[in-house]
T-cell receptor, first 111, second 115 residues
């Protein structure tokens, strides 16, 4: 089965630093990986999508990379702010467009 | 409101009771998904509809679970004879089948507590 693995330990960083979150997948490379943000008690919110033939995608302070050799995607938040504190979920799209999610990584940005 | 709406937001029920949740997707979206999320985990796929047709169900979806999407608009998820293990956040998402670059829009979820 296709699995998505994210570091379950919370990531604590200082405001202004770059946060880097890791997403690893098993078996064959997904055609797309998606990243979502989830705040406590709320549904996930879509952030970025990256295709397997794209090495990097950017949106404002966010950057996602996709390395099919390492079977890994990295999610970066530059100049992090306390408001960026949330859980970040990585997901691969399967047939039918349903998503297989990783367990998420909680990011805490301290002022 | 143009987002995905779920009702109720919270539900507390006694073990053995039946519960029903409702999801109103974004109106032009033809695909609707149900996920379940427990604390500290990512959402797990339960089932999805394209228009009114239920196209796939996860093996997580026991016989006590049933979902409908009459007329391809809103959807309901019913859990019969609830068990404590059913306690979770139930998330609904919708998307529009346009191309493969389709993000999912999630509702706020229904948190179920079975006591």
């Amino acid at each position: 089965s296709q699995k998505i693995e994210q570091n379950s330990e919370a990531l604590n960083i200082q405001e202004g630093k770059t946060a880097t979150l890791t997403c690893n997948y098993t078996n064959y490379s997904p055609a797309y990986l998606q990243w979502y943000r989830q705040d406590p008690g709320r549904g996930p919110v879509f952030l970025l999508l990256i295709r397997e033939n794209e090495k990097e995608k950017r949106k404002e302070r966010l950057k996602v990379t996709f390395d099919t050799t390492l079977k890994q995607s990295l999610f970066h938040i530059t100049a992090s702010q306390p408001a960026d504190s949330a859980t970040y979920l990585c997901a691969r799209r399967n047939a039918g467009n349903m998503l297989t999610f990783g367990g998420g990584t909680r990011l805490m940005v301290k002022p | 409101d143009t987002g995905v709406s779920q009702d109720p937001r919270h539900k507390i029920t006694k073990r053995g009771q039946n519960v029903t949740f409702r999801c109103d997707p974004i109106s032009e979206h033809n695909r609707l998904y149900w996920y379940r999320q427990t604390l500290g985990q990512g959402p797990e796929f339960l089932t999805y509809f394209q228009n009114e047709a239920q196209l796939e169900k996860s093996r997580l979806l026991s016989d006590r679970f049933s979902a409908e999407r009459p007329k391809g608009s809103f959807s309901t998820l019913e859990i019969q004879r609830t068990e404590q293990g059913d306690s979770a956040m139930y998330l609904c998402a919708s998307s529009f089948l346009r191309d493969k670059n389709t993000e999912a829009f999630f509702g706020q979820g229904t948190r179920l507590t079975v006591v």
